[in-house]
Nanobody
């Protein structure tokens, strides 16, 4: 079964930065489109960004110009660089394929943006 382990979250002030990591195992990582998602309290889980195996990217409008997704196929890891963070970015962040695989979510990593 696919395993996804997210890390790198934390508490940061508005305008700050964080870098999230997601290590994947038991999948042929290099051929997958990998994505980051987030879920704020009381809201549905939404796609934040994805990156295809050939390097194309797509971002939610709310994070364009502030977040950057990258991947290291040799390490089976996908990253999310988050800059100029806003309180509305507060959520639990998850990685998964895009479209997501059902029943394959990791534990996520909490990002809290607050002064």
């Amino acid at each position: 079964q696919v395993q996804l382990v997210e890390s790198g979250g934390g508490l940061v002030q508005p305008g700050g930065s964080l870098r999230l990591s997601c290590a994947a195992s038991r999948i042929i990582f290099s051929i997958r489109t990998m994505a980051w998602y987030r879920q704020a309290p009381g809201k549905q889980r939404d796609m934040v960004a994805y990156k295809t195996s050939d390097g194309r990217t797509n971002y939610a409008d709310s994070v364009k110009g502030r977040f950057t997704i990258s991947r290291d196929n040799a390490k089976n890891t996908v990253y999310l660089e988050m800059n100029s963070l806003k309180p509305e970015d507060t959520a639990v962040y998850y990685c998964n394929q895009f479209p997501s695989l059902p029943d394959t979510w990791g534990q996520g990593t909490q990002v809290t943006v607050s002064s």
